[in-house]
Every structure is written in C-alpha cells, then in structure tokens.
C-alpha cells in the first residue's frame, strides 16, 4: 500500500503563486508514475501534470502548460507542483495519484488508471 498526503493548498489572488506537495510513503514508488489532478465544484477530474517519481520526461495539461511545474524531491518521495500566475479557473480541489509502472519506458501519466490518491487539498483564486 502506498499512502499520499498532499499539502500546500490555499486561497491565493489572481496572478499569485502556490506550491502543492504530494508526499508518499509505505512503500518504494522508484517504479510508479505520479499525476497531479483537479476537480472544480460540477465539473468533471482532470488531469493537470505527471512524471515518473524517478524523474525524466514531465507531462501537463495545455491549460497550464508554462504555468505549472511538476517536480520531484533528491530523495524521491516527494513531488511539489509550483503553480505561478494562477487564475480563478485554477480554482478546484487537487490531488496527486500514483500507480505501479509495469514497462521499462514510462508513458504518458495522463493515460495511466491510478492505484493510490490523496485526501486532496483545495486551491482557491480570486479575481
């Protein structure tokens, strides 16, 4: 079992920044892949960044790509999605997710069904 705690969330003005942290723990994830996703009040999850926890190749959503960040730590248990110039349609809750990768060759973390979620944290921006 793998447990995520993710941390960061907040009420941030337009144009403001927020980091997210997604901290995993009870057992190695060095072969799984990790996403970001959010859920706005009526609106249906999506998918906002991933990668693999080893590192290499990052994937984000096209409404915040330039934006966003995906990252992780030297030690490999946790992973900080920087967000910059946040705006109101930011606003929703976010969760990380992880899941096994059974291929020597990482894909698209978009494409992946996910194990393991977070309790989520909320972001709120103001316009």
């Known amino acids: 079992q793998v447990q995520l705690v993710e941390s960061g969330g907040g009420l941030v003005q337009a144009g403001g920044s927020l980091r997210l942290s997604c901290a995993a723990s009870?057992?190695?994830?060095?072969?799984?892949?990790m996403s970001w996703f959010r859920q706005a009040p009526g609106k249906e999850r999506q998918f906002v960044a991933g990668?693999?926890?080893?590192?290499?190749?990052?994937y984000y959503a096209d409404s915040v790509k330039g934006r966003f960040t995906i990252s992780t730590d030297n030690a490999g248990n946790t992973v900080v999605l920087q967000m910059n110039n946040l705006k109101p349609e930011d606003t929703a809750v976010y969760y990380c997710?992880?899941?096994?990768?059974?291929?020597?060759?990482?894909?698209?973390?978009?494409?992946?069904?996910?194990?393991?979620w977070g309790q989520g944290t909320q972001v709120t921006v103001s316009s």
């Open positions: 990668m693999a926890w080893s590192g290499g190749s990052t």
């Open positions: 009870g057992r190695s994830v060095a072969n799984y892949v």
């Open positions: 997710a992880t899941t096994p990768v059974h291929t020597i060759v990482v894909g698209n973390p978009e494409s992946y069904e996910y194990d393991y």
